[in-house]
């Protein structure tokens, strides 16, 4: 199947298993009869290690001219904490505008838990994650570290409102808002004020609430409680990591970092991490990988694409072996 239009994708391996999952996820694209022209970016803690360079701004000038991008994982075990984290991943949130931050979860038959069939929309570049706060005192007995949590009426309802527009789209048509509202009485508030005042605009979107750590049980006892879920950045990212354990394990979770007005690429990337420990072993899961870049096509307007390359993951389940004959059996169901 040949296309008229060929994309310009930003692609970002990062570190450990992103080498090996992403030409796999870039395989079924092309399966899919998508004509793509790659990108390569050498970013993450190999290159940081390297150069001292996370995220260079003339490289960030350069994605922002990208129709997409797909990144693998970043990370390696010598890289302090935060420095790749904030200066790379947040940093392309920010500077992009990436505001949603969407992540699926779906259990086929014969599956751990089969038939889950949820997804969660997670606010992505506010809450605990914005940065706010700083040491007084560092390094002495009488430290104090403060971290705030920045919410705004327009950050909130912007991610809100594509949560219930996404919801009215979906069989069930049902939105449950999670948070702490009896605790985080001022942010609280302001979600759950935002989310009674959108809710008028979709009628035939039912909607419910539940508090974070009832949130929890309820995805471990009865996940299929939930349709479309919304929530804020800090409460989505512990969320999803237990939806993906539900669903069937983490090496299987795939995610769209969405800048749903499109004045920049978005992002999709599997949230496995770069797994050094199995790293060069043909061992990783390239499922992740391959769905995030399903995702990438159906924002980018290729549903068929997307639709059957999700089919052909699905129809894989049975298939063992090495990272690159996982990759095949996809690319050829495709």
């Not at 693998?72 to 992009?96: C, N, Y």
């Not at 086929?108 to 914005?130: H, K, M, Q």
């Not at 007995?141 to 919410?151: L, R």
């Not at 702490?180 to 959108?198: M, P, Y």
Request: contains cysteine; aromatic residues 6%; glycine residues 12%.
């Amino acid at each position: 199947m040949s296309r008229s239009q060929e994309y310009r994708i930003g692609v970002i391996p990062g570190d450990g298993i992103g080498h090996e999952v992403v030409p796999v996820a870039l395989d079924a694209v092309r399966a899919a009869g998508i004509a793509i022209e790659e990108v390569p970016f050498d970013l993450g803690g190999e290159r940081y290690l390297r150069t001292g360079e996370v995220l260079p701004d003339s490289v960030l000038e350069e994605i922002r001219g990208l129709d997409a991008v797909l990144l693998g994982a970043v990370g390696t075990p010598d890289v302090p904490p935060g420095v790749l984290e904030r200066g790379l991943l947040l940093r392309l949130r920010f500077e992009l505008d990436l505001y949603v931050n969407l992540r699926p979860f779906g259990s086929g038959p014969g599956r751990f838990n089969d038939g889950v069939d949820l997804v969660v929309v997670r606010e992505n570049t506010e809450g605990s994650y914005a940065g706010e706060g700083g040491f007084l005192r560092h390094g002495t007995p009488h430290e104090i570290a403060t971290q705030g949590s920045v919410n705004t009426r327009f950050g909130v309802e912007r991610c809100v409102r594509y949560a219930f527009e996404l919801a009215a789209t979906r069989p069930r048509r049902h939105l449950a808002l999670v948070h702490k509202t009896n605790v985080l009485t001022f942010s609280g508030d302001l979600w759950q004020r935002t989310f009674a005042d959108v809710a008028t605009d979709f009628p035939s979107v039912t909607t419910a609430y539940d508090h974070v750590d009832a949130a929890c049980i309820h995805l471990v006892q009865a996940p299929d409680r939930y349709d479309v879920v919304v929530t804020d950045n800090l409460f989505g990212d512990i969320l999803t990591d237990l939806a993906g354990a539900v669903a069937g394990g983490i090496g299987r979770a795939a995610s769209g970092n969405l800048n749903p007005a499109r004045t920049g690429p978005s992002l999709f990337e599997p949230v496995h991490g770069s797994a050094p420990d199995i790293a060069g072993t043909g061992r990783a899961d390239p499922r992740a990988a391959v769905i995030s870049a399903a995702m990438m096509l159906e924002f980018l307007g290729e549903a068929d694409a997307g639709d059957r390359i999700r089919k052909a993951v699905v129809s894989s389940d049975d298939v063992t072996g090495t990272t690159a004959e996982v990759g095949r059996a996809i690319a050829e169901r495709v």
